[in-house]
């Protein structure tokens, strides 16, 4: 027989797998009890991106990390997050350009230049200053120097952003370059380093100015010989070591690097202890000439990096460093070159530097807590670091991909507070209201969104702001509040239409979960009632109306629904609304008054409809779904073997629905329920298709837990006890796997009569579950019992009692506990105190086993009227009287 927990397992595992066709279907035809996760409800008739956008803060914190990362000097890992965030639907469109442009400008520092122009000719944004820059840049860098002079002719540099404006000073320091104005090029490299926004961004513009060197022209044999002659004649010398370098890079151009470095790795042998600076020249040409992948260069950079004279030299090399880090592990090789300079005796000159670039390298490899460690090092080391900001971000990003969503919120009210005003400002005011609302903390997530409103984020669009604000109050309970907001924004113009559906939507869900059907009916009528007015567009009257058939469906009023849904249906027809927003209404109205007439018995009916709905729909979701629907119907009338088939067909056809796998874990419920061993094989080859055919769909779990239990029905325990211990060694993490363990102990139980070690096994893993405190209190009351049982049945009615009475005292003479019980823990509360009762009738100790008994009177468990029946063989004839 089936344990009662069992039973509760399989009806919670049916409400997670609505839930989970929930998630997938728009459509929001299993609406049930309102979901407490941190997001935003998945609203009916509404677009994939609308749904998206209702969440903003994740793009917020990819396009900080992204940038957090170029400007330490990992523009591949840029790239890279860039690239991902333009697949995001959350990305606003406003945001696109922007995320764009930096995409770009990461490609050109990592060298990519076809990948960079290639994103250059992809660009859909406007052609504006930041645009015609990094095309001017692009074109400078490709050598096309009259392209280069036109994009920069386009550029009003007023129009740039400020950390755009030392590009500028260093496109045209390039152009001077190519025309051979030595003068106007180092004055124009000068500015682009005194007008970088930080030190990174200086390093960055250093290093690129001392890449000069290395894109002239091709050198003629007597430049070359000149340059030779003068290194020759003035060796040890400044002059020598200045024409080192013209001959090097004149070498280099030639495309004889070997030649190159060998002749500026012999100059460093002559270079005196007091020109140092004159050395880390050279080791910074010798690692531009190898290239900043190479060996020989990486070599020379973390020489600098570590001897380095001047900080700026030294931070210049860092950046190259890193910049030319691509790997995981030349990643962990950096992070051991910068440990071993950060734990050094004397501190180092550019400790700051070193600790956030070891950030961001641990960063790039997932690795947070290296990440974490190290930003919190820098903060509490310097805590008036110009880094701050930077070590802040990379904070943010940790706690936001290890879903720490308060200690997000607390780092973004941080980084707010270093920021200037301006737009990541602003922005990060939404992030940290969108931190507080995942964080489950919907009171301040109000407060933060209602300031966020008041900033008015330029690319966050302020409808969904609202959205998010009237959602944080709906979450917080305070219904009222919300539905007056929304009352209020009814007629701004930036409240769209596709936010207010979604407001609307989770405020009167909520209301119906609270029992506040009357007032959730009686909100949708007032809103249908003011149609005629510009309140409510024709987009979102179409929705209510919608909504108002699917509340008189759940509500019990299947006949309302049917007439609701023929007026939705026949005001479809002249409804200006989007083509594929009145085809999905169209689908969901006919399927829900499918359901309708399937519930009032009008069963033909509700078949007819149902085809025609798959003819006029095909392959559409709501056409699929309605076989599920067929299905339950069938199932209700007995027809297990059609519900059965319906489904199999179903999955036959659409086998890439998102609907598949959840069809054929009904289809094998069906199957299990007409109860032959040869039905419950069925059942099990089904759950085998979904397992093998689906292996990464959530319900993969819980196929693998009903085929353990499958097996156990037809007696074949050791093939079950494999299943559960596969499930409990390989997905040892899902928040259910106490059923395995549970699943696995019974099975051990019911091996124990051929082997009484299985009884102590099971027993083992019964007591684990009875005192383990976050298992449910109903699984850890049945655990007891099933452990207490298991000693009865190795002859140890001591140890039983003792477990048995351990249970009644822990989990119902404790009122906290007794408090959590749900009706299956009292079930078995009730037989835990009557077998208890038995073993101290058996031990003859009637006086106790008498309290047992009054206890499942006094408590009103399960089972009383066998309680009573065994009291009255305790009393005599006399008191037996009536």
Excluded: C
Excluded at 295 to 322: C, D, H, I, K
């Amino acid at each position: 027989m089936r344990s009662l927990p069992v039973v509760a397992a399989v009806r919670t595992i049916r409400a997670r797998m609505k839930s989970v066709v929930r998630a997938v279907l728009s459509l929001g035809l299993l609406w049930g009890a309102p979901l407490r996760a941190q997001t935003a409800s998945a609203s009916p008739l509404a677009s994939e991106r609308g749904a998206a956008e209702a969440a903003p803060g994740a793009w917020i914190v990819a396009e900080g990390r992204a940038a957090s990362a170029l400007q330490s000097g990992f523009p591949a890992t840029a790239a890279v997050i860039y690239r991902d965030l333009l697949g995001d639907l959350s990305l606003p469109a406003a945001a696109k350009p922007r995320v764009q442009q930096a995409l770009i400008t990461a490609l050109l520092d990592a060298g990519e230049l076809a990948a960079a122009e290639r994103e250059l000719a992809a660009y859909d944004g406007p052609k504006d200053s930041p645009y015609r820059l990094r095309a001017g840049l692009v074109a400078a860098n490709a050598r096309r120097v009259a392209a280069a002079k036109a994009e920069l002719s386009e550029v009003n540099v007023e129009d740039l952003p400020a950390s755009d404006r030392p590009w500028w000073h260093f496109l045209q320091a390039q152009i001077a370059d190519f025309d051979g104005e030595v003068a106007r090029a180092t004055n124009q490299y000068e500015l682009a380093v005194q007008a970088a926004v930080s030190e990174q961004q200086r390093a960055r513009f250093t290093l690129g100015q001392a890449q000069t060197l290395l894109r002239g022209g091709t050198p003629s044999e007597q430049e070359l010989a000149a340059w030779r002659r003068n290194l020759e004649t003035f060796a040890g010398q400044r002059l020598g070591f200045d024409s080192a370098r013209f001959y090097a890079a004149g070498l280099a151009r030639l495309g004889r690097q070997s030649e190159a470095i060998t002749t500026l790795e012999r100059q460093l042998l002559g270079v005196p202890p007091s020109e140092r600076n004159v050395a880390d020249q050279i080791r910074l040409l010798i690692g531009l000439i190898a290239g900043e992948t190479n060996p020989t260069a990486r070599r020379a950079f973390r020489e600098l990096v570590r001897n380095g004279l001047r900080p700026e030299t030294q931070r210049t090399a860092l950046y190259a460093l890193a910049r030319g880090t691509r790997s995981s592990a030349e990643r962990e090789q950096l992070r051991r070159d910068l440990t071993e300079l950060i734990g050094g005796v004397q501190l180092h000159p550019i400790i700051e530097d070193l600790l956030l670039v070891r950030a961001q390298a641990a960063l790039a490899d997932k690795r947070f807590n290296e990440a974490e460690q190290d930003a919190r090092l820098l903060l509490d080391r310097f805590p008036g670091s110009p880094l701050k900001a930077a070590a802040l971000g990379v904070r943010l990003a940790v706690a936001w991909e290890a879903r720490l969503y308060r200690t997000a919120a607390d780092v973004s009210t941080q980084l707010r507070a270093v920021l200037p005003p301006g737009r990541e400002r602003s922005e990060l005011g939404v992030l940290l209201a969108e931190a507080f609302f995942r964080s489950g903390d919907f009171k301040n997530a109000a407060d933060a969104y209602e300031a966020a409103l008041r900033e008015a984020p330029q690319v966050v669009p302020t409808g969904r702001l609202i959205f998010q604000r009237v959602l944080s109050d709906v979450r917080a309970e305070r219904l009222d509040e919300a539905a007056r907001l929304l009352d209020e924004m009814a007629g701004n113009p930036v409240f769209d239409v596709e936010s207010r559906w979604q407001a609307e939507w989770n405020l009167v869900r909520e209301m119906q979960a609270r029992g506040r059907t009357v007032d959730a009916m009686g909100r949708v009528g007032r809103l249908l009632g003011s149609a005629a007015t510009t309140t409510v567009p024709d987009e979102l009257r179409i929705r209510l109306l919608w909504l108002r058939a699917k509340l008189s469906y759940d509500n019990g009023q299947p006949a309302v629904a049917v007439e609701q849904a023929d007026e939705l249906l026949a005001r479809l027809g002249g409804a200006q609304i989007d083509a594929n927003l009145n085809a999905e209404v169209a689908g969901t109205a006919q399927l829900l008054k499918a359901q309708a007439l399937l519930d009032l018995g009008r069963d033909a009916e509700g078949a007819a409809l149902l085809e025609k709905l798959r003819a006029e729909h095909r392959n559409a979701k709501v056409a699929v779904y309605s076989f599920i629907v067929q299905a339950a119907r069938q199932a209700q009338r007995g027809q297990l073997a059609a519900a059965q088939k319906t489904l199999v067909d179903m999955v036959d056809t659409n086998s890439g629905s998102e609907y598949a796998p959840f069809a054929l874990y009904e289809a094998a419920v069906y199957a299990e329920r007409q109860g032959l061993d040869r039905n419950l094989s069925e059942a099990h080859n089904i759950l085998e298709k979904l397992v093998k055919n689906y292996p990464n769909d959530e319900l993969v779990f819980y196929a693998r837990l009903k085929q353990g239990d499958l097996l156990r029905k037809l007696n074949d325990f050791g093939p079950a006890r494999l299943v559960y211990e596969d499930l409990i060694n390989n997905r040892g993490q899902h928040p259910d796997v106490l059923l395995a363990h549970h699943a696995l102990a019974a099975t051990l139980f019911a091996q124990g009569a051929g082997n009484p070690g299985n009884y102590e096994a099971a027993g083992a893993i019964y007591e684990r579950l009875r005192d383990l405190p976050t298992a449910p209190t109903d699984l850890r009351v049945e655990a007891g019992y099933m452990w207490g049982y298991a000693q009865a049945r190795r002859g140890q009615p001591q140890s039983a009692q003792t477990i048995f009475w351990g249970v009644v005292d822990a989990f119902l003479l404790d009122v906290t506990k007794a408090a959590q019980l749900g009706a299956t823990g009292r079930y078995w509360i009730s037989r835990t105190l009557l077998e208890l009762g038995q073993l101290l009738e058996d031990g003859g100790k009637l006086d106790e086993a008498q309290r047992a008994y009054q206890l499942v009177i006094e408590h009103d468990l399960g089972g009383a009227a066998q309680a009573k029946a065994k009291l009255e063989r305790f009393r005599t004839p006399a008191e037996a009287k009536p």
